[in-house]
């Protein structure tokens, strides 16, 4: 409610002034001698309450019964942190739409800090950071995080054991041991969320003829089960870059810009041969002067290899499947990249000022090896968003906003 000061002579000298409560109240006209006069102030206070109840009422309506398309409107504009608040406010904003729950998903940087069980989460493009507890006991830390994926990732700790874990509500999923896979191991991933009943996790080995062999394990499975084909052909130069699962099957990177693919209905691993390498086999550059990225970017696969030496010049190329050839990338049109090998996200620019930036984990120089942003325009890394003293075991965490389900949530 609001109030006014009137004065009751506006120009007179010395005069006074009354509050002034505007309300709705019905005029009364008391008719004859026969009205009392108490009675009819009595009329005016009851009428004043239920008009301040009314008020009152519209003043503090609840969350539930603002219009969803004004509440799905504002969750776009929220950081992170708070979008994630967002759902628990009250059931009718728990059920806001999928479409818009993806709206503003940026990947965090998640590393270890401490060995207490906690985790670092950094924000890239505001520099803020926040501190996770992993879902784990802190009697498994230190770990190696080796995958990440759907708001998930994959550790390994100091006794082997693997767990996929999610940071942001700390549920936790122990895989079976896997023996021996360490020696020739080049990546890990998984086909959804592990909460799900046809999630399938796949480890993609290598051994030094190239001959390539996997791990499944399914949500429902005991063990491990091994996939090893005799007549399966070889890659060479297995790049150690996580494979990519598209389309139904997951795609593997070799260094030359090769890819193979496993197909975990029928288990069959091929390679593309029609594919033409990024290097030949007299031009494939000495293991570890190159890192290889591989993902997924609007419906595209998209490799990007960044030479460790000299200029840290960066490549981006792009499979035309209907060519079967990579193609040169130029320009991001409007896309931000996150690269790490445990797992890398293409992401629309949230501004003007990040279209075309590429966010890497690891940037080495003749004197330090830190995170980077390189800039497709200016061909140049220009932005460090995190100092140099972070540990390197770091993945890039794509925060989900997980909808629960609110038992005791205002409706």
């Known amino acids: 409610m609001s109030f006014s000061l009137t004065p009751t002579h506006e120009n007179a000298v010395g005069s006074r002034f009354c509050w002034f409560v505007p309300t709705r109240m019905p005029k009364r006209t008391i008719m004859g001698s026969s009205a009392h006069p108490t009675n009819d102030l009595n009329e005016v206070f009851t009428d004043n309450i239920i008009m301040e109840n009314k008020i009152t009422s519209i003043v503090s309506r609840?969350?539930?019964?603002?219009?969803?398309?004004?509440?799905?409107?504002?969750?776009?504009h929220l950081s992170s942190v708070d979008a994630l608040r967002?759902?628990?406010v009250c059931k009718s904003w728990n059920l806001a739409s999928d479409s818009i729950q993806k709206a503003k998903t940026w990947p965090w940087l998640m590393y270890q800090e401490k060995s207490d069980g906690t985790c670092k989460l950094l924000d890239p493009l505001n520099g803020k950071e926040y501190t996770t507890s992993v879902g784990l006991p802190s009697s498994v830390f230190p770990i190696r995080m080796l995958c990440s994926k759907d708001g998930w990732v994959i550790?390994?700790?100091?006794?082997?054991?693997?767990?996929?874990?999610?940071?942001?509500?700390?549920?936790?999923?122990?895989?079976?041991?896997?023996?021996?896979?360490?020696?020739?191991?080049?990546g890990i991933t998984f086909t959804s969320t592990p909460t799900s009943p046809d999630c399938v996790v796949l480890a993609f080995c290598a051994d030094i003829n190239g001959d390539i062999f996997f791990y499944k394990w399914h949500s429902e499975d005991e063990d491990w089960t091994f996939i090893c084909d005799d007549e399966s052909p070889p890659m060479h130069t297995a790049s150690k870059t996580n494979p990519v699962f598209f389309q139904g099957e997951f795609y593997c990177l070799a260094e030359?810009?090769?890819?193979?693919?496993?197909?975990?209905?029928?288990?069959?691993?091929?390679m593309l041969h029609k594919l033409r390498p990024?290097?030949?086999?007299?031009?494939?550059?000495?293991?570890?002067?190159?890192?290889?990225y591989l993902l997924e970017l609007d419906g595209n696969l998209i490799s990007v290899f960044k030479c460790n030496y000299s200029n840290n010049d960066v490549r981006i190329i792009k499979l035309d499947t209907e060519k079967m050839e990579w193609i040169p990338v130029k320009d991001l049109a409007?896309?931000?990249?996150?690269?790490?090998?445990?797992g890398s996200f293409a992401k629309p620019s949230p501004h003007k000022n990040w279209s075309n930036k590429i966010f890497f984990t690891a940037f080495c120089s003749s004197k330090i090896k830190t995170c980077a942003t390189y800039c497709m325009e200016s061909k140049r890394y220009d932005i460090h968003f995190c100092d140099t003293k972070k540990p390197l075991d770091c993945v890039w965490l794509e925060p989900k906003l997980i909808r629960k389900r609110l038992m005791n949530a205002p409706c």
Do not use: H, Q
């Open 62 to 76: 609840p969350w539930n019964d603002l219009p969803m398309d004004l509440v799905e409107s504002l969750l776009p």
């Open 278 to 292: 990024v290097y030949l086999e007299d031009e494939v550059p000495s293991p570890g002067i190159e890192d290889c």
């Open 86 to 88: 967002f759902f628990t």
């Open 334 to 342: 409007g896309w931000t990249l996150f690269l790490d090998p445990t």
């Open 155 to 186: 550790v390994l700790d100091a006794a082997k054991a693997m767990f996929m874990v999610n940071p942001l509500n700390e549920d936790a999923v122990e895989l079976p041991p896997l023996e021996g896979f360490d020696e020739n191991f080049c």
């Open 256 to 270: 030359t810009g090769e890819l193979g693919i496993f197909n975990p209905v029928d288990k069959t691993w091929r």
